[in-house]
C-alpha cells in the first residue's frame, strides 16, 4: 500500500503582532490588527518593526524560534516551517502620552462594571460607582493627532462603564461636567465621536427624561371661577402617576359668588383620584 500525499495550497499560516505588555484585557493586547498570510512550507517571509505612538520596544519572538532570526533593527526574516509561524513584538507603554480618563454618574441613573466592559477599566475603590481607564491622548504631535484614541475608538475597545437609567429616563452620553452638577447645560455638550483627550479628564454619563415616560397637565379654571393667585397652570409629571397621586400639587380653584367647586374635568369626564394621567 503507497500512500501519496498532494499540497493543499493552502499552506501555513504566518501572523505577525505587535502586543501591548501592559493592557490586562486580553482582548486589547493586539495594538493593531495582527497581520495574518497563508504561506507554504520553504517560502521566505519577513516582519518589519514598527515604531507605535505611545509605546517603547521590549522584546521580540518568533514562535517556532527555528523559523528565522532578528537583525539590528528587529526586523525580521525567515523560512516557513512545516508549521504555523507567530512573530510576536511586545512594547511597553510610553506614560507621558497616556492619560487618564475618570468616568461618574449624574443624576437620574448610576454606571457598573459588567460583562460588556473591558477589564482595563478598573472601578477607584469597592463600590464608589466610579471608574477609569487609560487612554492614548493627543499630546500635540503629528502622531499624537492622528493616533491617539478617538472617543469612538475608546467605545469600541470597551473602556467605558456600563451606563443604566433610572425609571422615567434614559441614557443620552458622556459628557464633561464642567459645574459638577450632574446636568449637561450652561454651554456643556455631548462627546464628539472624533474627541481626543489631552490630559486628565473626568466624564460624566447624562441620564434625560424618556419623552415616553413624561406628560404635561394644563390646569384651566372654568366658568363662574378662577385658579388661586400663585397657583400652577401646568405640571410636568411622570406619565404613570393618579390624580391622587398628585392631589398635593393641583391649584387652587376659587369660584364666584353663589358657585360652588364641582370638581376637575377633562373635556366632559370628571376626574377620579385612581385614574391615571396618561
Known sequence: ITYIYEATG????????????????????NIINPEIQQKTADTAVSAE??????????????????????DGTHDFTGIMPNDDLTVSYRYDRVPSQ???????????????????VSSDVQEQGNGTGVYEASVLKNDGTTAGQT???????????????????????????????????????????????????????????????????????????????????????SLHIQYDRTWGDIAGQIPGYVPEVNYLVDGWYDGDTEVESADVLK
Not at 10 to 29: H, I, K, M, Q, W
Not at 199 to 210: C, I, N, R, W
Not at 225 to 230: I, N, T, W, Y
Open 98 to 116: 497616556w492619560t487618564r480618563i475618570i468616568f461618574k454618574s449624574g443624576i437620574n441613573g448610576a454606571i457598573s462594571h459588567g460583562s460588556g
Open 49 to 70: 518593526f514598527r515604531e507605535l505612538y505611545g509605546y517603547t520596544y521590549e522584546s521580540a519572538a518568533a514562535v517556532p524560534a527555528s523559523g528565522g532570526s532578528f
Open 147 to 233: 493616533d491617539s484614541y478617538t472617543w469612538s475608538t475608546i467605545k469600541e475597545k470597551r473602556l467605558v462603564p456600563l451606563a443604566q437609567a433610572d425609571q422615567y429616563y434614559r441614557f443620552a452620553g458622556w459628557f464633561i461636567d464642567q459645574n459638577g452638577n450632574g446636568s449637561l447645560d450652561a454651554g456643556e455638550q455631548l462627546l464628539a465621536e472624533d474627541h481626543r483627550f489631552t490630559g486628565d479628564e473626568t466624564v460624566t454619563a447624562l441620564f434625560e427624561e424618556d419623552p415616553e415616560k413624561w406628560i404635561n397637565i394644563q390646569f384651566a379654571a372654568g366658568e363662574h371661577g378662577f385658579l388661586a393667585d400663585g397657583s400652577i397652570s
Open 10 to 29: 493552502e499552506g501555513y499560516r504566518f501572523t505577525v503582532s505587535y502586543l501591548d505588555n501592559n493592557a490586562l484585557d486580553n482582548n486589547l493586547r
